[in-house]
């Protein structure tokens, strides 16, 4: 990977534009949500993708799932980004890139599905870098902020998937339940067999209450080579695994 752009095998993410590059906590929930929506999503005809940037999410549901996806990015930059990888890539007819504050898309455009990969950090120590500060703090919009959002858009068979650090999902899952929507299925995300603790959380939750499927991921095993769960799950997306 170069500082520019990211090669997968059927599209290039180019990200000079943006403040946030492409990383592989991302690409994991691309890929965990697009496999999720290729078993489950049959009635998924509409996708809206939350804070876009340089649209890879988008990308990686589009070359799985057969749906209209919608791409809200508020930065000019990253939204110049997505605009110009959606243009790009085999899907272009299905995306569409909205340069707006999602606060401003009326309530009444419903989607079946929801994607975001939203700010990390509503209350850590911020860099001084206007705009990776707004990429990585919820400095525009609160977690609770961001299910209201949600609750707005979001039909009422829909469901919508989450990446956060594994203690601020935690705080998110609670805030979530309070607004009414129930987890349903949640990935964890251990950086390597090293490593203890889970790290990154991705979430599937529904309007509807049932069952949770806990599911595990370890990125790396101990010789640091790619572990073979990681490795199905992106093979569609990468080009050397």
């Known amino acids: 990977m170069s500082n520019t752009y990211f090669k997968f095998k059927q599209f290039i993410i180019h990200q000079e534009h943006c403040a946030m590059k492409v990383c592989t906590d991302a690409c994991i929930q691309g890929a965990f949500t697009a496999q999720h929506l290729a078993l489950h999503g049959h009635a998924v005809k509409r996708v809206l993708d939350i804070g876009a940037g340089t649209g890879l999410l988008s990308l990686m549901v589009a070359q799985q799932h057969a749906a209209d996806i919608t791409a809200v990015e508020l930065d000019p930059g990253a939204a110049l980004q997505s605009r110009e990888n959606f243009a790009s890539s085999p899907w272009a007819e299905r995306l569409h890139l909205k340069e707006a504050d999602i606060r401003t898309l009326p309530a009444e455009d419903q989607f079946d599905f929801i994607i975001t990969n939203p700010p990390f950090y509503e209350s850590a120590l911020k860099s001084g870098d206007a705009k990776k500060d707004q990429a990585m ?37 609670l805030l979530a339940e309070r607004a009414g929507f129930h987890l349903r299925r949640v990935l964890r995300v251990r950086q390597s067999a090293r490593h203890t603790a889970w790290f990154r959380a991705v979430g599937i939750f529904e309007w509807t209450p049932g069952a949770v499927l806990p599911e595990d991921l370890v990125i790396y095993d101990e010789q640091n080579v790619y572990t073979l769960p990681f490795i199905d799950l992106l093979k569609d997306y990468y080009f050397k695994l």
């Open 137 to 173: 703090h919820a400095t525009n919009l609160s977690y609770a902020a961001l299910l209201e959002v949600i609750a707005a858009h979001l039909s009422r068979a829909g469901a919508f998937s989450v990446l956060l650090p594994y203690v601020e999902f935690e705080q998110f899952k």
